[in-house]
């Protein structure tokens, strides 16, 4: 009876030690780390790569597995909370959500662990419509109703989501001609096929410059370093607008406290450095640097503001 209550004693004392590791992430990581993110050599593989370099210093390898960006969420939520699974994506990853049904909700089924960067998105037309400004824009909206065409992307892209606001917030009617990717709905309106649409800066400004598209506003609220003197469209006449993308890193639900802080710490030191903050700028990309508390933020943020949007423009999930 005595040796018996010894090993069960033993037992639970080691038993105890193992949980208490667990919840302190003394013993994390103790293998490889997988980042799912979205398709090689986009916006969220090149911060997904980022995040490899800040958690890489714990000591274990990292491994990014790119993904349809679709598929990104569905594989992400599920995968096992013990943090050797993260998620890296843009804000399409909740956004998709209100027009496309999936399998996961992110405020229920993922851990914020921090914000990464921000995209500037660039208004943007075919030279061959007689507009140079926004305003100009939405006044031949307004008397050619339904007439003008804007190419857009896929669901909760860029120009979905600023075309919607757009509309919402100036009553113009325009027609949407969807497209796979921002890339191919750039290409898209270069090309004549549409006349509108909103992409990335990066996507934009070499097709504005070549003379290729006439770029109209930066969608940030504030103006930005990588389009100077280019105005907002909140200068421009329409006050709050903003469409900016945002990438961030994420664990599972329920995935321990003490691993997600850990990883907020890693990602953070690694982002606040200034050399890191100039490679991002190389791919018009700015760093956001954003803790878990401000990711949780804009989730909620965003989950309003474009939920109020989509419904006042009878958008559904499909």
Do not use: C
């Not at 958690?55 to 274990?60: A, K, M, R, S, V």
């Amino acid at each position: 009876m005595l040796l018996s209550r010894l090993v069960i004693s033993v037992l639970s004392f080691s038993l105890f030690g193992v949980v208490a590791n667990v919840a302190s992430g003394q013993d994390y990581p103790s293998k490889p780390i997988r980042i799912i993110t979205g398709g090689a050599g986009g916006g969220s593989d090149f911060n997904a790569r980022q995040m490899a370099q800040a958690i890489g210093p714990l000591g274990q390898s990292v491994i990014v597995d790119n993904r349809v960006s679709l598929l990104v969420g569905e594989v992400g939520a599920k995968a096992p909370p013990d943090g050797y699974t993260l998620t890296v994506h843009g804000a399409s990853l909740w956004l998709v959500t209100f027009v496309q049904k999936m399998s996961y909700d992110v405020t229920r089924d993922f851990a914020p662990i921090a914000l990464i960067s921000r995209e500037i998105m660039v208004a943007a037309v075919h030279p061959s419509l007689p507009v140079k400004s926004v305003k100009e824009l939405i006044a031949l909206a307004k008397a050619r109703p339904g007439d003008l065409t804007y190419a857009s992307s896929t669901p909760g892209g860029p120009a979905m989501l600023g075309m919607e606001l757009l509309k919402s917030m100036t009553g113009i009617k325009m027609l949407s001609v969807p497209y796979k990717d921002t890339r191919a709905a750039v290409t898209a309106v270069f090309a004549g096929e549409s006349q509108v649409t909103i992409g990335d800066l990066g996507l934009i400004m070499p097709h504005s410059k070549s003379g290729r598209l006439r770029a109209l506003a930066v969608t940030s609220l504030d103006s930005s370093a990588l389009a100077p003197g280019m105005p907002t469209m909140a200068e421009s006449g329409l006050p709050g607008f903003e469409v900016t993308g945002v990438t961030a890193i994420w664990a599972p639900a329920k995935t321990p406290p003490a691993i997600l802080n850990r990883l907020t710490q890693e990602v953070m030191r690694h982002l606040n450095r200034s050399d890191i903050k100039e490679k991002f700028l190389t791919v018009e990309m700015e760093v956001a640097a954003g803790s878990a508390e401000q990711l949780a933020a804009r989730l909620k943020s965003d989950v309003a503001k474009w939920g109020k949007v989509f419904a006042d423009a009878g958008i559904k999930a499909q």
